[in-house]
Each structure stands twice: as structure tokens, then as C-alpha cells.
T-cell receptor
Framework: GAGVSQSPRYKVAKRGQDVALRCDPI?????LFWYQQALGQGPEFLTY????????KSGLPSDRFFAERPEGSVSTLKIQRTQQEDSAVYLC???????????FGEGSRLTVL | QKEVEQNSGPLSVPEGAIASLNCTYS??????FFWYRQYSGKSPELIMF????GDKEDGRFTAQLNKASQYVSLLIRDSQPSDSATYLC??????????????FGQGTTLQVKP
């Protein structure tokens, strides 16, 4: 695709529900990242994939957060038993290996009630 | 102390003026520095990156890096109302094989008034 595509753009969940956020990176981009952006803050790193391998998950805030990229293209970020503090915009980004230039998707805004 | 610090602003400048955005970082070993622009409700987009001490110019934008002072800045010449956005400074840590694992500041909101 022309850019990084994320869905859903908006998600409202009741506390305790599970959610799944999808990211379709730019075709051919090996690296894929998930960031979390709270209101008024800069993005915070969650996890990184190189192809299908999850090489860094140090930013995942708890074991309720899980990400996968089974075929090295589309990725899913899953949040189990959502809490109010999980409310944020979840940004997916892809890049060509080694450049450090991230191409962000439009984000998925999660609101937990 | 946050790893990357920016004044949240808002920074207000008149159209045509120079806007100066500043950023400091705490990890002296940081190697790569990025400026992203984020319009309200939109995703961040890369404006510039800089790796070496000194200035780097691209059109109306100039990035300045001073590693000794652990300071990065972005100058926007001839500011336009369309430049009104939040500007995010981001840093890549020393020795990180994950070149996309960036540490972002909270961003500075720039308002360019006609």
C-alpha cells in the first residue's frame, strides 16, 4: 500500500474487554514498530519486529499487552482485560531497515470506559 | 529527569518570522536525532534527522546539534500558518541495533499567526 494502514481508527471498550488493533505496513518494509501516545505526550515505544521476529518488547507495559506479526507483514497488537489507563492512541510505524526514519500510520484511538 | 525534554509551549510567532524549537537529551551516548511534525489528530511525520555536530539545512528548516551541550534545535525560517503543529524531538540511543526505537520528547506546540 501507499502508506501504513491501521484499523480500527477508533475503538471504545468497556473496562475488562479484550481489543485487537491491526497494522498493515508499507509493502517491503522489514521493520515494524508499535508506539503508544497518551494525550499531550510524545509517542512511547512498545515493541519492534524485524520481519516476523519480535526483537524487542521492552516497552510493553504489562503482560496484558501482546503483539504478533506471524507472516512478517500485517501485525496485531492485542490488549487483554483493558483498563482505563490503556486509553491512548496506538501508533504503528514501519521503516526500511537501518534508516531510523519511521513512517507512521494514522493510529488507533482506544478509549476504555 | 526525562530522557528527552522539550518546552510544551505554545510557542507563538508571527507569519514570516523564525521559529526556534529546542530539545535537550540526557543520554550522552545518543547518536541519532530526529524532528517529527504532528498536526492535531494526525500521525507524526519526519521533517529532518541529524547525526553530526553542526547545522543541517533543508529548505526552510535547519536542524542544529551540539553533542557537548546535549542540545538539538530546529529553526523554521519564514514561518507560515501551515507550520502550526506540534514538533516532536526524538533520540536514538547509543549502540541500539534497533534504529527505530526512538525516545520522544513531549513535543512543542507551534502557533504561527497570520
Amino acid at each position: 500500500g501507499a502508506g501504513v494502514s491501521q484499523s480500527p481508527r477508533y475503538k471504545v471498550a468497556k473496562r475488562g474487554q479484550d481489543v485487537a488493533l491491526r497494522c498493515d505496513p508499507i509493502s517491503g518494509h522489514v521493520s515494524l514498530f508499535w508506539y503508544q501516545q497518551a494525550l499531550g505526550q510524545g509517542p512511547e515505544f512498545l515493541t519492534y519486529f524485524q520481519n516476523e521476529a519480535q526483537l524487542d518488547k521492552s516497552g510493553l507495559p504489562s503482560d496484558r499487552f501482546f503483539a504478533e506479526r506471524p507472516e512478517g507483514s500485517v501485525s496485531t497488537l492485542k490488549i487483554q482485560r483493558t483498563q482505563q489507563e490503556d486509553s491512548a492512541v496506538y501508533l504503528c510505524a514501519s521503516s526500511v531497515l537501518e534508516t531510523g526514519e519511521l513512517f507512521f500510520g494514522e493510529g488507533s484511538r482506544l478509549t476504555v470506559l | 529527569q526525562k530522557e528527552v525534554e522539550q518546552n510544551s509551549g505554545p510557542l507563538s510567532v508571527p507569519e514570516g518570522a523564525i521559529a526556534s524549537l529546542n530539545c535537550t537529551y540526557s543520554d550522552r551516548g545518543s547518536q541519532s536525532f530526529f524532528w517529527y511534525r504532528q498536526y492535531s489528530g494526525k500521525s507524526p511525520e519526519l521533517i529532518m534527522f541529524i547525526y553530526s555536530n553542526g547545522d543541517k539545512e533543508d529548505g526552510r528548516f535547519t536542524a542544529q546539534l551540539n553533542k557537548a551541550s546535549q542540545y538539538v534545535s530546529l529553526l523554521i525560517r519564514d514561518s507560515q500558518p501551515s507550520d502550526s503543529a506540534t514538533y516532536l524531538c526524538a533520540v536514538n540511543r547509543q549502540g541500539s541495533s534497533n534504529t527505530g526505537k526512538l525516545i520522544f520528547g513531549q513535543g512543542t506546540t507551534l502557533q504561527v499567526k497570520p
